[in-house]
């Protein structure tokens, strides 16, 4: 399973998002080829889970994989409930801040192989994250297969009824940095059009912010795992205890 090269490696080695990611704050924006800048809300991401983040970690069951986790907030909220939960972030950055944070965090794609595939209880696709890959039906699709049967996906949605494909690049507003990249912007109603084979758990909105929940039909997990496999909440302790330098020099645990 390969990962999308052109959005990976974008993030990856975003300096603008490295350099945001460590001074806690922006501007970051993602923007279109005609000039349009969608914000990042570093501050929020780098800041402590609020109450709308609570919220949705209340909703959240068993062993929880947070793709494209950033720095670390909702992963280092579950960690100090004494909730299993592993972050997944392609950026250095996002996975040290984490860590730090106390979370637990693997440098790794979504479409790359991952702890616990198919036995995961809940994934997370916040902060735009649908967005992941510019393909909604395709990273649905793979998160099915991290999901156990009857898995919840919970994911937040753009507050507006939109449903877009661009590309885009990453920039702090001075210059646009690298390659464009495919990304996706979708509302809840698109969501839930992209959403094949899922059932409809529930949509909220807070804080401005909006929500849906998914549920994975026992009938479409089609992925065969070892028995010898390790189970979600092992593999996050695992990943959490053995770290591997990267060509930066910071740790980041092993697979």
């Known amino acids: 399973m390969s990962a999308p090269p052109a959005t990976d490696v974008a993030w990856a080695t ?3 998002y490295d350099a945001a990611l460590r001074a806690g704050h922006g501007p970051l924006f993602l923007r279109r080829a005609d000039g349009w800048l969608l914000p990042l809300d570093v501050e929020r991401w780098c800041a402590r889970a609020d109450s709308v983040d609570r919220e949705v970690l209340d909703r959240c069951e068993g062993a929880v994989l947070d793709v494209g986790c950033g720095p670390g907030r909702l992963v280092a909220e579950l960690a100090a409930q004494g909730r299993a939960a592993l972050g997944i972030d392609v950026s250095e950055a996002a996975v040290a801040h984490t860590l730090r944070l106390g979370g637990q ?9 991952l702890p616990g595939e198919a036995r995961w209880d809940t994934v997370l696709l916040m902060d735009g994250n649908v967005g992941i890959g510019g393909d909604p039906r395709a990273l649905l699709d793979r998160v099915a297969g991290l999901l156990r ?7 937040e949605t753009a507050p507006v009824d939109v449903d877009e494909r661009v590309r885009v690049r990453i920039t702090d507003a001075r210059a646009a940095i690298g390659d464009p990249f495919p990304w996706a912007r979708l509302g809840t109603r698109a969501l839930l059009r992209h959403a094949r084979g899922w059932e409809r758990a529930g949509q909220w909105t807070a804080g401005g912010r909006g929500f849906a929940a998914l549920r994975n039909r026992a009938d479409r997990s089609r992925r065969s795992v070892s028995s010898s496999a390790e189970p979600p909440k092992r593999m996050a302790v695992i990943s959490s205890q053995r ?11 092993d697979r």
């Open 243 to 253: 770290g591997r330098n990267t060509s930066g020099g910071r740790p980041v645990p």
């Open 149 to 155: 049967p009857g898995g919840l996906l919970i994911a």
């Open 105 to 113: 965090a693997l440098r790794r794609s979504v479409f790359e192989p």
């Open 14 to 16: 975003a300096d603008p």
